[in-house]
């Protein structure tokens, strides 16, 4: 199964290299770097790396979604919007990091779904889709084949719980446990809720 | 002050974005990404990242070391350890994780120093160099400029407790809290130094 991580200017470093450290332990996922155009795209920590361009991703799949500054212009995207709804509607999974849950709510694939976003920019990502029923209070929340966390280190946790629910408990901590990892498991707890 | 990422073939995607994402939010710190030879650097996880020849990287500074499969080979690269010695000799600061601390141990520059690595090959680490005083309970361990980190997630916690170090505790905090990690902030505990 490919793993589609799409990415765009200004994204933040750890919302993607989390799920991918987490996703890249399996075996049989193929991971792959996609953006609009393809070609080279700065995180906001100015990492540069290149990515080919969404349209040719292979249907199926997991697509990953991490958040950022970037996001808070592209919500207003029609073109990048376009894309991402068109590769999260073909993934069989799809994960979001962040305000990367504010990128898929703008596409209206969350509405009437649950989702959650992270805690200091929590207002504004509701506000860009109040159909959303947007749960405060999770460190990750899982809506049939739509995964979405809260911020950057939530998405560790979040694919931990995604392997969980794909191949058992077992695999989700061994891998924890291989990089040294100390799980948040419960997905209903969230110590940063109450600071947002 | 430049944070200069030293990139090698097949490196572990998350040893390097924990300490980048942490690192990130100083605003006077500026990332750059090197590696021996300059040009495209693949991690583990297929992550395809542009770097610059690390003779062009200037002095000073805090250099960071990730680990990965790619040490194995590397730690008999007398190549790549000489540059890493002169960018490690140059910097203020040293920061490793997981299996770049053999690379480092490799130099000599660690002789006689505490040092520390991950636990599931923290055997062959501290086969790597007999002069290092190895710590092998240690989330992560301070000997000078070095800070040396246990397996992967370690990296994050290290990073957090440099910045507690170089700006003070509410710093680390906050930072932690911005991108909402649960920061083990105790150096000298180590939940897996028993599982290794």
Same mark, same amino acid.
């Given at each position: 199964?490919?793993v589609?991580i /799409?990415l765009?200017?200004? /994204? =933040?470093?750890?919302?993607?290299?989390?799920?991918?450290?987490?996703?890249g332990?399996?075996?049989?996922?193929?991971?792959?770097?996609?953006?609009?155009?393809?070609?080279? *795209?700065m995180?906001?920590?100015?990492?540069s790396? *290149?990515?080919?361009?969404?349209e040719?991703a292979?249907?199926?799949g *997991?697509?990953?979604?991490?958040?950022?500054?970037?996001t808070r212009?592209?919500v %207003?995207d029609?073109?990048?919007?376009?894309?991402?709804?068109? $590769? $999260? =509607?073909?993934?069989?999974y799809?994960?979001s990091v962040c305000?990367g849950? $504010?990128?898929?709510?703008?596409?209206?694939?969350?509405?009437?779904?649950?989702?959650?976003? %992270?805690?200091?920019?929590?207002?504004?990502?509701?506000?860009?889709?109040?159909?959303? %029923?947007?749960?405060?209070?999770?460190r990750?929340v899982?809506?049939?084949k739509?995964?979405t966390?809260?911020?950057?280190? $939530?998405? *560790?946790?979040?694919?931990?719980?995604?392997?969980?629910?794909? /191949?058992?408990?077992q =695999?989700?901590?061994?891998?924890?446990?291989?990089? =040294?990892?100390?799980?948040?498991?419960?997905?209903?707890?969230?110590?940063?809720?109450?600071?947002?």
């Open positions: 199964m490919n589609n /799409f765009f200017e200004d /994204f =933040e470093t750890l919302d993607a290299f989390g799920p991918i450290e987490i996703l332990k399996i075996d049989t996922y193929k991971l792959k770097y996609y953006s609009l155009n393809g070609g080279i *795209i995180s906001t920590q100015g990492t790396i *290149i990515t080919e361009k969404v040719t292979t249907k199926g *997991i697509l990953v979604i991490p958040g950022g500054k970037g212009t592209l %207003n029609s073109q990048l919007l376009q894309a991402l709804k068109e $590769a $999260a =509607e073909l993934s069989n799809c994960l305000t849950s $504010a990128l898929l709510a703008k596409t209206g694939l969350l509405d009437n779904k649950k989702a959650t976003s %992270n805690k200091k920019a929590f207002d504004w990502v509701a506000s860009v889709n109040s159909s959303v %029923n947007w749960i405060r209070s999770a990750w899982v809506d049939g739509y995964y966390s809260s911020g950057v280190s $939530a998405g *560790i946790d979040m694919t931990l719980g995604f392997i969980k629910d794909r /191949f058992g408990e =695999e989700a901590k061994d891998i924890a446990n291989h990089i =040294e990892y100390i799980w948040n498991e419960d997905c209903s707890k969230d110590v940063f809720a109450k600071e947002g």
